[in-house]
T-cell receptor
Framework: NAGVTQTPKFQVLKTGQSMTLQCAQDMNHNSMYWYRQDPGMGLRLIYY???????DKGEVPNGYNVSRLNKREFSLRLESAAPSQTSVYFCASSAQGAGNTEAFFGQGTRLTVV | RKEVEQDPGPFNVPEGATVAFNCTYSNSASQSFFWYRQDCRKEPKLLMSVYSSGNEDGRFTAQLNRASQYISLLIRDSKLSDSATYLCVVIGQAGTALIFGKGTTLSVSS
C-alpha cells in the first residue's frame, strides 16, 4: 500500500530553472495539498485541491502553479526557481468533507535552489 | 493573528514526566482538530484527532475548548521515543485545507 508518493525526493536547481514536483495517492481521496516547510515556519499551505478539477490558493502561492491531473495526481510546478523556494515540500491527501479525517503525507521533496 | 498558534518550545523533560502543549486557533467556525507528530526530517503523521468531549489514547490525552478556542495535548509518563515535534492542525470547514501550527518541540532525556 503506497499511500502518497512524491517524486523526486531530492533536487538541486539553478536560479531560473523550472521543474515539476509530482504527487500521486492511491487511497481514492478527494482532497490533495501541497505544503512547504522551512525552519521555524512550520508547514505553510501553497495550494490545495478539494476535488478533481478544482484548485485553490493557500497561504504562499506566489511562484507556484498546480495541476490536478486526475483524482490520483496533483503536481506542483516552479516556473522560474528562486533561492527563496529552497525548502522541503510535502504533498498530502485526505478524504473530503467528513470531520476528523486524517491527512496522509508523502515523504517530502528536499529542494535546493542555488 | 495567525490562524493556529503554538508555543514552539523546546520543552525539555526527563523520562516519566508529564508535559502539556496548548494550541490556539483564530477561526471560531473551525470544525475539526488534530495533533500530528513529526520526527526530524520525516513527514508528519497523525497522532490523534481531538473531539469536543476530549479523548484519550494510552498516555496521550487531547482536549478541545471551543469557548476559548484552544486545544491541548497531555503526555503522561514521557518516553525517550516521544521526542519529536508536535503539530496542532485545524480544518476550517468541510472542503477546506488543513492549517498547521508551527509545532512544539519536545525533547525527553534519560
Amino acid at each position: 500500500n503506497a499511500g502518497v508518493t512524491q517524486t523526486p525526493k531530492f533536487q538541486v536547481l539553478k536560479t531560473g530553472q523550472s521543474m515539476t514536483l509530482q504527487c500521486a495517492q492511491d487511497m481514492n481521496h478527494n482532497s490533495m495539498y501541497w505544503y512547504r516547510q522551512d525552519p521555524g515556519m512550520g508547514l505553510r499551505l501553497i495550494y490545495y485541491s478539494a476535488s478533481e478539477g478544482t484548485t485553490d490558493k493557500g497561504e504562499v502561492p506566489n511562484g507556484y502553479n498546480v495541476s490536478r491531473l486526475n483524482k490520483r495526481e496533483f503536481s506542483l510546478r516552479l516556473e522560474s526557481a528562486a533561492p527563496s523556494q529552497t525548502s522541503v515540500y510535502f504533498c498530502a491527501s485526505s478524504a473530503q468533507g467528513a470531520g476528523n479525517t486524517e491527512a496522509f503525507f508523502g515523504q517530502g521533496t528536499r529542494l535546493t535552489v542555488v | 493573528r495567525k490562524e493556529v498558534e503554538q508555543d514552539p518550545g523546546p520543552f525539555n523533560v526527563p523520562e516519566g514526566a508529564t508535559v502539556a502543549f496548548n494550541c490556539t486557533y483564530s477561526n471560531s467556525a473551525s470544525q475539526s482538530f488534530f495533533w500530528y507528530r513529526q520526527d526530524c526530517r520525516k513527514e508528519p503523521k497523525l497522532l490523534m484527532s481531538v473531539y469536543s468531549s476530549g479523548n484519550e489514547d494510552g498516555r496521550f490525552t487531547a482536549q478541545l475548548n471551543r469557548a476559548s478556542q484552544y486545544i491541548s495535548l497531555l503526555i503522561r509518563d514521557s518516553k525517550l521515543s516521544d521526542s519529536a515535534t508536535y503539530l496542532c492542525v485545524v480544518i476550517g470547514q468541510a472542503g477546506t485545507a488543513l492549517i498547521f501550527g508551527k509545532g512544539t518541540t519536545l525533547s525527553v532525556s534519560s
